[in-house]
């Protein structure tokens, strides 16, 4: 917190080395109602070692610190109040922002280091599920609060385009497939093909072993096999990228599982040298009951690779091409015993980069309290979910604002930002409630009503026509205290982020700053020519600015007009 530092080393004089800065830091506080300042020092510890009672140490102090950065210092039950002086901290708080733009905030947490985050991950063939939307919206917002704190991001889409279930599709398509069926609409119709054979395998058991037989075919590099995965996968990709240019999200690399193919051999090769592997029903295994684990499968008996042994060689590839410090990955919690093993096996192999990498989980998208799954036919189509919201945008824009220039580009940036905005204001590992009406609601804590906020103070400014040349005011009026103390705390809350890699810690001050600057908005009258109107412009344009870079950082545009 700013002036934080101020205040510790006031405290620091006055303690005589009593407690060291770092100690001091961590124990001053923000206070819960504004009435009892902007800061508080606790005395409690203090009294054990001073032998003093809380109260007379505080009253002591506050006695004591004298300087024109506090209002006023008050000592109230055991704790030392300090109250900043507002026109001071206003002021030099609007200036920075003004001057910082949208890098007010930027941290150097990272010293370049590199953070490569796995995130999306769908898999080829199937529907864009839900739990990949989680995962691509968390993880887009990680990427870019991650590079506000100074490191490199390397954004990697681990493409699920590997796996026995490929050797079921070829079977599938081979016996009941259409070409033109599939180049119309690939994913539902493979999805189709997919379905239809477990309801036939159910019946006829031969089915299963075709699937395996067609799998190690295109292990094994055959022609035909290739060329039908490859079409598959050059389709679904199609039909993701689609997806990805609605909601603004790129990548660095879409090397899938696939990519690893030929890659696997020298794991196996470097477990079995580490006598780590072990055989167990005619499969490898790692075992890892130490680490009171279920064993991690390698190779089954007939020879194929897994999940896991894919993902030890992109962790072994991502390390050797980008030589991360950390590395993400942001997937389901269901996943995590999987990450576990990975993680503890090549701990097991001696990588000390292992101890860099973190599986970032998140909870369910439920629809009335259920999983919204893509099984039986129940299939949720993301693409239709977002062109609902858009349409839904659309509709409230018409009614809003009928005049407004370009309404279909602003209900793409609202509509998506919504159904954004609705998962990442929510803790990641809770689960969330799917609900379309609530998200595009313009007020309460959605997408919309802080893009409808940014809009405001765009607005404002036009009226009052702003300029960013004059620097010569002061900010004097008590109003905007709550929104200047809003402004204060953004850097903290990029901090908090990207320590719990948590994107609703910024949502949620996103919501806070607009209802402080709302309230403000409608207490004072910001256009009229008393004086103050520049000083009032200045506290809205960097409100503007916080919020816009806000928004930003989760991943969701702000339209300047809606
Ligand atoms: N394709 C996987 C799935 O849909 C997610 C992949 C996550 N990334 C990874 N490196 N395992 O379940």
Not at 5 to 21: I, M, P, R, S, V
Not at 105 to 133: E, W, Y
Not at 446 to 460: D, E, I, N
Request: aromatic share 10%; glycine share 6%.
């Amino acid at each position: 917190m700013k002036y934080k530092h101020d205040f510790a080393n006031h405290l620091y004089k006055e303690l005589e080395g009593k407690l060291d800065k770092k100690e001091i830091i961590n124990l001053i506080e923000k206070p819960k109602h504004a009435q009892m300042g902007d800061m508080a020092f606790p005395c409690f510890e203090l009294a054990k070692l001073l032998r003093k009672s809380p109260q007379l140490i505080a009253s002591d102090i506050a006695c004591d610190i004298e300087s024109s950065l506090f209002e006023k210092i008050e000592a109230v039950g055991g704790y030392v109040n300090v109250f900043l002086n507002k026109q001071k901290v206003s002021s030099e708080i609007i200036k920075e922002i003004i001057k910082k733009q949208h890098h007010y905030g930027d941290l150097n947490l990272g010293n370049n280091g590199v953070v490569t985050i796995d995130f999306s991950s769908p898999n080829i063939a199937k529907p864009f599920s839900m739990g990949h939307l989680r995962s691509t919206v968390i993880g887009n917002a990680l990427a870019h609060i991650t590079e506000k704190c100074g490191y490199r991001v390397v954004r990697i889409n681990h493409l699920g385009d590997w796996g026995t279930q490929f050797g079921k599709l070829i079977t599938a398509y081979k016996k009941w497939g259409n070409e033109e069926e599939v180049k119309q609409n690939p994913i539902k119709t493979l999805l189709a093909y997919y379905v239809k054979f477990h309801d036939e395998a159910e019946k006829d058991s031969e089915l299963e072993n075709e699937g395996r037989y067609w799998f190690k075919k295109l292990e094994d590099g055959d022609q035909e096999a290739v060329k039908l995965w490859k079409w598959f996968r050059d389709e679904s990709l199609k039909e993701f990228s689609r997806i990805y240019t609605l909601l603004n999200i790129s990548f660095d690399s879409y090397h899938g599982e696939a990519f690893y193919n030929d890659k696997m051999d020298r794991i196996v090769q470097i477990l079995e040298g580490k006598n780590l592997l072990v055989e167990s029903d005619s499969a490898q295994v790692v075992p890892l009951e130490n680490e009171d684990l279920p064993p991690c499968l390698i190779k089954k008996s007939d020879g194929a690779t897994l999940y896991a042994t894919r993902d030890l060689a992109a962790a072994l590839y991502r390390q050797e091409t980008y030589h991360f410090t950390k590395s993400l990955y942001v997937v389901g919690n269901e996943q995590s015993l999987h990450f576990k093993q990975v993680f503890t096996v090549l701990e097991k192999m001696g990588y000390k980069w292992a101890s860099g990498m973190t599986h970032i989980a998140f909870g369910m998208m439920l629809k009335e309290g259920k999983k919204m799954s893509t099984r039986k036919g129940k299939v949720v189509l993301l693409e239709e979910v977002l062109e609902e919201a858009i349409s839904l945008a659309c509709q409230t824009i018409e009614e809003k604002n009928p005049s407004l220039q370009n309404k279909n580009e602003v209900a793409a940036q609202v509509g998506v930002g919504a159904v954004m905005f609705h998962d990442l204001k929510n803790y990641r590992m809770n689960d969330i409630e799917f609900s379309l009406e609530d998200m595009l609601k313009f007020d309460g804590e959605t997408g919309p009503y802080v893009q409808y906020t940014h809009a405001r103070a765009c607005s404002l400014l036009r009226k009052g026509e702003f300029k960013l040349s004059n620097h010569d005011f002061v900010i004097d009026d008590d109003q905007s205290w709550p929104v200047v103390t809003m402004l204060r705390e953004f850097p903290d809350v990029i901090e908090r982020a990207v320590e719990k890699y948590d994107p609703s810690q910024i949502a949620k001050y996103v919501v806070d700053l607009s209802q402080a600057f709302n309230k403000y908005y409608g207490n004072v009258r910001i256009l009229e020519e008393d004086g103050q109107k520049e000083a009032r412009l200045a506290v809205v344009y960097t409100v503007m600015v916080v919020l816009k870079e806000g928004l930003r950082l989760l991943g969701i545009s702000a339209p300047e007009e809606m």
